[in-house]
């Protein structure tokens, strides 16, 4: 079912862990399997280049490949440019993922967002121009809406088609 990059950053995944003092972290759920993932980040204060990332996910082996490849492709960017981090862009590092498993890659995406709205909210106490948080954040309580269900059809379709 996963090719072996995928089975390599399950069985070894990169980043894995916390960070005792993050400057910020992100926490997403998937509403269609309740998975959870929750990103932390060390940020220079003067360039915003991500220093540190570090994830702890909960989830299948989809979901932990692609938290493991996401901290790799943020770390050293700045926080505006792993912002630009799609999650076809992950999937696509991984050498692809099952049509049926690309739903789990939105984590991915969206804890990276999710802990920027967090660095922002801590810094500013506003979130900036353009930046929401992912509707999926359970950090914050907010649930998952109709419309999220609907993206995540959307995207599956539109790999099996
Ligand atoms: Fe839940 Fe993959 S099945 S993230």
Do not use: W
């Amino acid at each position: 079912m996963y090719n072996q990059k995928v089975v390599d950053y399950f069985m070894n995944p990169r980043n894995a862990g916390r960070i005792e003092d993050a400057d910020a972290i992100g926490e997403v759920g998937n509403p269609k399997c309740g998975d959870v993932m929750k990103i932390y980040l060390k940020i220079n204060p003067q360039s915003e280049v991500i220093e540190d990332i570090k994830f702890e996910t909960f989830g299948c082996a989809a979901a932990i490949a692609t938290s493991s490849m996401v901290t790799e492709l943020a770390k050293g960017r700045t926080l505006r440019d792993a912002l630009k981090i799609t999650n076809k862009e992950v999937a696509d590092e991984l050498g692809g993922l099952p049509p049926a498993k690309l739903h789990c890659s939105l984590l991915a995406q969206e804890g990276i967002q999710a802990a920027a709205a967090d660095y922002y909210m801590r810094r500013d106490g506003k979130l900036p121009e353009g930046l929401t948080v992912p509707k999926t954040c359970i950090a914050c309580g907010c649930e998952a809406e109709e419309e999220e269900e609907e993206r995540f059809v959307s995207e599956h379709d539109r790999v099996a088609e």
